[in-house]
C-alpha cells in the first residue's frame, strides 16, 4: 500500500510550473494580444447586433445573439488575463461562432431578412475564425518547446 506524503503539491509540480509559464508566455505574445482584443469586439458585436442590424420580428434570434455575444466576449477577457488557465476552453469559441451562424436557421426559421442573415453569418464567421485563433496559440506553444 502507498504511503502518501506530505510533501509539495501539484502546484509545485515542474510540469505544471513549466506549462503555466509556456502559455503565459504564449497569451502574451502580440498576435495572441490582437486575437484576444479582435475576439472580445466580435463578442461584443455579436451582442449588440440585434440593434445595430434591426432584429424586430426575430425576437427570440435577438437574446441568442445577446447571451453568445455576451458568452464570447466573457471568454475573450479570460484569453487576455489568464490564458494559461482558460485555454482548454478556447473550443468553446469556434463552436459559439458556429452557433451564431447557423441560430438565425434554427431559431427563426425562414423569417430571417437578408441583413439579419448578412449579419450572423459575417458575425459568426469572425467569431469562429478568431476561436480557431485562440485554439492555434495553443497548439503553437507546445510546438515551441
Known sequence: ???????????HHP????????YEKAGSTPTAQLVEGLSFLTGLYVAISPWVVGFDSAT???????IVG????????????????THLLGWTAPLLGAW????????????TTGEIIANNVAAGGVAALC???????????????
Open 1 to 11: 500500500m502507498a504511503v502518501p506524503t506530505t510533501g509539495s503539491t501539484i502546484e
Open 15 to 22: 510540469d505544471l510550473v513549466e506549462m503555466r509559464a509556456r
Open 60 to 66: 427570440r434570434l435577438t437574446v441568442s445573439n445577446l
Open 70 to 85: 455576451l458568452a464570447f466576449a466573457v471568454l475573450a477577457l479570460g484569453f487576455g488575463s489568464a490564458y494559461e488557465r
Open 100 to 111: 451564431v451562424i447557423i441560430s438565425q436557421w434554427v431559431i427563426d426559421g425562414a423569417s
Open 131 to 145: 476561436g480557431l485563433a485562440v485554439m492555434g496559440l495553443a497548439v503553437m506553444s507546445k510546438r515551441k518547446t
